[in-house]
């Protein structure tokens, strides 16, 4: 098992470094072992904590019903998000640091209070919850085509490439997560439509899973953390030169924006 995890950690971080993606890790790792992939997610997230970058919250990943159906889980997963991978709202992400790069408007929630409680409830994540914000997820995969399965997401942390947050706060008090809505818009156009609905039935139903499956597996959430909660509508594809603008009712607006030109010192 630890040569099976040692592989398919190594075929990662090559794609990661030299930009181009690689085969599938699932043929290398035991037939649908989750624990498996979350091993090599573990140690591709300590080197990269070892080459200085810092951890600064969590990404929550198939939490669409229908995208576990498609790969075979019944359960969401999760994904570190590190503080290179932070983009302010509106600066350019440079063309190729992120490989074959989708994106999806979420709603992220930043915590001031631990979350370390074995169950959780909703009031729980509320009380420990300062803000939220609107927030485009930049996914994107190491794996060529998408060819992927649960095991090789969660290998590839989730998927995860990178993260823009808005700039203004709002308490949950002001908020009703589950209704909503959301549309992203290319050059005025909507290329996405959702709802708070759509993410676990409530993005809080998402952060609650996700409190009480990092308290079993020992680092629960701590307060300084930005959790993004997972999807509210379809992944949008991404072009050179494309600017995204995600619309969250009640929370504002956040862009992305990509560049035309290769990214220069490799991917995230």
């Known amino acids: 098992m630890d040569r099976a995890v040692a592989q398919a950690a190594e075929r990662l971080d090559r794609a990661r470094l030299t930009g181009v993606p690689c085969e599938p890790v699932r043929a290398l790792l035991p037939s649908g072992d989750l624990t498996a992939a979350y091993a090599v997610q573990t140690v591709l997230g300590d080197r990269r904590l070892a080459e200085g970058r810092r951890i600064t919250g969590w990404k929550i990943g198939l939490t669409s019903t229908a995208v576990q159906a498609q790969l075979g889980v019944g359960t969401p997963d999760f994904g570190r998000l590190l503080d290179d991978t932070a983009v302010p709202d509106g600066a350019e992400i440079p063309w190729g640091s992120v490989l074959q790069p989708r994106a999806e408007a979420e709603v992220a929630l930043f915590l001031e209070h631990d979350l370390t409680h074995e169950r959780h409830t909703v009031a729980d994540v509320i009380r420990a919850t300062a803000f939220a914000l609107p927030a485009v997820e930049v996914v994107g995969s190491r794996i060529r085509d998408w060819d992927i399965s649960a095991v090789d997401t969660i290998a590839d942390n989730a998927s995860s490439g990178a993260y823009v947050l808005g700039t203004r706060p709002v308490p949950l008090r002001e908020l009703d997560l589950r209704t909503v809505g959301m ?13 708070g609905a759509a993410c676990l039935g409530n993005p809080l139903h998402a952060a609650i899973w996700l409190a009480d499956t990092l308290v079993r597996l020992g680092h629960p959430l701590r307060a300084g953390d930005t959790v993004l909660t997972g ?8 072009e050179p030169g494309d600017v995204l603008e995600a619309r969250i009712d009640g929370l504002g607006s956040v862009r992305a924006a990509f560049g035309r030109t290769e990214a220069e010192g490799g991917t995230r």
């Open 183 to 195: 549309v992203v818009e290319r050059r005025g156009e909507p290329v996405s439509t959702g709802a």
């Open 231 to 238: 999807a509210l509508g379809p992944m949008t594809t991404v």
